[in-house]
């Protein structure tokens, strides 16, 4: 086996450039994903006729098929129905000029929704009842309440999780690249086949990819100290 | 006959068995008194190497194992001869009461099933639990589970049973019941060591008492020795407390009625 | 679109579902073994053997599925030709099958370890208490409860799994998603392929959940009417 260690260092710095959409791919369908989540949690506790069972469906058929197929629904499916639209309303816009990278974001922004909505459920189920009750007593609306009080400390709660989607997500986005987006293993597999160094490549990508997982492990427990201090005991 | 040598332990560095002897004979109750942290839990659980001591030796039934040189074998040998009931019951909780009490005689001492079915259910009837056979600890109330915990050191037929204060984790109308099974074996004449805050029922049950403080024995007795003329000043002090604290009990529950 | 075209498609993608399963099977299989073994190094803090187990989970945890399998389908015959193995044309099966072993292997681990830590110490007490020896007392005693501790998180790593088996296709194996392509090439109909894929899948999850909840309250009967999520 002849491994080309010096190339690996090349991939490594030619690979690293596509970072910032992996960034894109990772961070905008969590942010999005994370405002339905709070949508749909907010349905399915407060039980909202109607859409409940839609929430409940959505929830269960995004976690019960692979993200592959969700970034495939939305790819071929959306601009089957733009173009229609587009048709019927003689808009002159065809779906040929909206590029698949706001599919894949708005594919992988649906998937996030639905694993948020399970996070921040549970965050907000951990709470104690007493709390809102303590809010409402005090005079705050249950809208206050929930957004003051409530909500603060059930993000605190979630943060392990939270982080364990950022990093699942990380990985996830390297599926765009089968719809051939250039992040970090569409880069690779690219620096890959031009130099025909195909393990030296995708070993670059994994240390890129593994190098990011262990910082935001270290972030998170920065961050979980801190947001959990008025969860310490003691007076100290 | 059991016997404790010069047995000492220190957790990090600090001392809590000073080096206790202590001979228990065949078919004896002997009962272990003493403030809390005075080392009486440690000490029982030396006697079957669940905390092994620095220094010491201990003696059942003629075998000796010494803390310096135990070997794994030597520490599983003694613990065949010994049988422990947990404060904290510790019942098996994947395991029925049933399987509770047979999984000694069939792992450890390989009998057959059918014996082993045979000798669990005479001990479930000794503790009055035949009825609950195929229950989970979890079905159980707390002295319903410290009764079973009792048959499963029963089964073994153990040189002695190690009790770890059997009833501090039961809530108080729980206790009772406890406590008479524990008696009714004891009449048997099976040897057993006993860590207890029930003074009153230790005072009844025993043939010896110990009373440790600060990790040394200060004082051991019959029963009527120990409670009635005790010598030394400490031992006299922990029974006033008791006596005090019983009475604001009492105290509290006239005032109730 | 054309929906009439998910019943066609529907039998001649589902006639690939085994093989999707057999993937996820010899997953488990091996990462049931794995992650035994890792765990049991953890646990015992085995000397050396722990140091490379922490680098191995933290690798596969860190790194995407997708770049494992790339490493595996490129590096495993490279490796092997040090030992004069030729592997080069090996099934690919058989690379999927190694790495979504290894995969498993190392969240079994992490599982397997969170429970047997979970038992509490007083069940190796009694175990010890009644004579038993270290081997006895794990196998009898603490795994049986860790396993049933473990069964949830252990469900959901599975169903995982088996949605990570949806990217096997890229390094070109034959499973349902590699016939999704094909029939994609054939009838130009990629929807309609996916959206019959997405049934399937979500199918075979549903069923997977329903028969994981079953068998979980099986093992866990024995925590009664106090068994509690541990999600």
Not at chain 3, 43 to 54: D, E, G, S, T
Request: hydrophobic residues 50%.
């Amino acid at each position: 086996m002849q491994i080309d260690i010096l190339f690996i260092f090349t991939a490594l710095i030619e690979i690293f450039k596509a970072l910032p959409l992996t960034m894109i791919i990772t961070l905008v369908p969590l942010m999005i994903g994370f405002l339905i989540g709070i949508g749909i949690t907010l349905i399915r506790i407060r039980k909202v006729k109607g859409l409940y069972r839609l929430a409940n469906f959505y929830v269960s058929f995004i976690r019960g098929t692979p993200a592959l197929m969700h970034i495939m629904l939305i790819y071929l499916g959306l601009p089957l129905l733009i173009d229609k639209l587009a048709g019927t309303f003689q808009w002159a816009f065809q779906s040929t000029s909206i590029p698949i990278l706001l599919f894949v974001l708005m594919a992988l922004s649906l998937t996030a929704g639905a694993y948020m909505s399970e996070i921040i459920r549970a965050g907000i189920l951990a709470v104690d009842q007493g709390q809102l009750e303590a809010a409402e007593s005090i005079g705050m609306t249950n809208f206050q309440a929930m957004r003051r009080i409530v909500f603060p400390q059930a993000i605190a709660v979630a943060l392990p999780n939270l982080c364990n989607i950022f990093i699942g997500f990380l990985h996830t986005s390297s599926i765009a690249f089968i719809v051939s987006q250039k992040e970090l293993t569409g880069a690779a597999n690219i620096v890959a086949s031009n130099n025909l160094k195909f393990l030296e490549a995708y070993i670059a990508a994994a240390l890129i990819y593994w190098g990011l997982t262990i910082i935001s492990e270290k972030v998170t427990a920065l961050l979980e100290k801190r947001a959990t201090v008025y969860n310490r005991g003691g007076v100290a | 006959m059991i016997q404790l040598r010069n047995i000492q332990k220190s957790f990090g560095n600090q001392l809590v068995l000073k080096g206790i002897d202590l001979t228990v004979n065949k078919g004896e109750v002997v009962s272990i008194l003493g403030p809390s942290g005075s080392g009486k839990t440690t000490l029982l659980r030396c006697i079957n190497f669940l905390e092994r001591p620095n220094e010491g030796e201990v003696m059942v039934d003629d075998f000796t194992v010494n803390s310096k040189q135990a070997s794994k074998k030597e520490i599983l040998t003694l613990r065949k001869k010994t049988a422990m009931v947990f404060q904290q019951y510790n019942l098996f909780k994947h395991k029925t009461v049933m399987e509770n009490v047979m999984e000694g005689l069939l792992v450890v001492q390989k009998s057959s099933k059918e014996t082993a079915r045979k000798l669990a259910m005479e001990v479930l009837a000794k503790v009055g639990l035949t009825e609950k056979a195929n229950a989970y600890p979890v079905q159980l109330s707390g002295g319903q589970q410290q009764r079973v915990g009792i048959a499963r050191a029963l089964a073994l037929n153990p040189e002695v049973i190690l009790l770890d204060e059997p009833t501090s984790a039961l809530d108080p109308e729980l206790v009772g019941e406890v406590l008479e099974v524990i008696k009714r074996i004891a009449d048997e004449g099976i040897t057993m060591i006993i860590v207890t805050h029930e003074v009153s029922f230790a005072k009844d049950v025993s043939d010896y008492i110990v009373f440790m403080d600060q990790g040394e024995i200060i004082e051991e007795g019959t029963p009527t020795v120990i409670f009635n003329y005790p010598k030394e000043e400490r031992t006299k002090r922990f029974f006033k407390r008791i006596n005090r604290e019983a009475g604001i009990l009492e105290s509290n529950l006239s005032s109730v009625i | 679109m054309d929906i009439t075209l998910i019943i066609d498609f529907f039998p001649k993608l589902i006639s690939y579902l085994h093989i999707t399963l057999l993937i996820l099977v010899a997953a488990v299989a091996i990462g049931l073994i794995i992650g035994v073994t890792i765990a049991l190094i953890r646990i015992y803090k085995v000397p050396a053997f722990n140091r490379l187990a922490l680098i191995y989970i933290s690798f596969m945890r860190g790194t995407p599925i997708l770049i494992q399998l790339f490493l595996i389908y490129f590096g495993l015959p490279a490796l092997l030709t040090l030992v004069h193995i030729d592997v080069s044309r090996a099934n690919p099966l058989l690379f999927v099958a190694i790495t979504y072993g290894l995969s498993c292997g190392a969240s079994f681990a992490e599982i397997i370890r969170g429970a047997v830590n979970g038992v509490e110490r007083g069940q190796t007490e009694a175990a010890y208490s009644i004579g038993m020896n270290e081997k006895q007392m794990l196998v009898r005693i603490i795994l049986p409860q860790a396993l049933a501790m473990a069964f949830p998180n252990f469900a959901n790593s599975v169903i995982g799994s088996l949605k990570d088996t949806s990217l096997a296709f890229t390094i070109g194996v034959m499973d349902m998603v590699g016939r999704g392509n094909t029939l994609i090439a054939s009838s130009l109909h990629a929807l309609e392929v996916y959206m019959t894929l997405s049934i399937i899948y979500y199918g075979v999850v549903l069923c997977l959940e329903k028969g994981f909840s079953l068998s979980e309250k099986k093992l866990q009967r024995f925590e009664g009417s106090l068994a509690v999520d541990t999600k």
